[in-house]
């Protein structure tokens, strides 16, 4: 079974940073196609943060480039996204997903993904 449990949220200022993890477990990152960090604002749909590639490409949303940056450490199974300069919009629950099917709607699409955490709460207060 597969599990992905997310920490690293937490209460910023603007302009602070934060270092998301993702652990996944019942399953490695290297059988995974994609793997992606989401965020939701309350009464906002879901979107698309950041995604990368088995092969380490990656893709982000524009409100994010230049600010974060998401990476995977396969020998642990843990994936990571460094946010900094952060914003009073960046706040809201950020969820790990991850792609074991070749279903493809896009990067950011949460289509895309087959398996979810259950989200970090990030707080960014001006």
């Known amino acids: 079974q597969v599990q992905l449990v997310e920490s690293g949220g937490g209460s910023v200022q603007t302009g602070g940073s934060l270092r998301l993890s993702c652990a996944a477990s019942?399953?490695?990152?290297?059988?995974?196609?994609?793997m992606g960090w989401f965020r939701q604002a309350p009464g906002k749909e879901r979107e698309g943060v950041a995604s990368i590639w088995a092969a380490g490409s990656t893709t982000y949303a524009d409100s994010v480039k230049g600010r974060f940056n998401i990476s995977q450490d396969n020998a642990k199974n843990t994936l990571y996204l460094e946010m900094n300069l952060l914003k009073p919009e960046d706040s809201a629950m950020y969820y790990c997903?991850?792609?074991?099917?070749?279903?493809?709607?896009?990067?950011?699409?949460?289509?895309?993904?087959?398996?979810w955490g259950q989200g970090t709460q990030v707080t960014v207060s001006s």
């Open positions: 997903a991850a792609a074991a099917s070749t279903s493809w709607y896009g990067p950011l699409s949460f289509k895309t993904y087959n398996y």
């Open positions: 019942g399953y490695t990152n290297r059988n995974f196609y994609y």
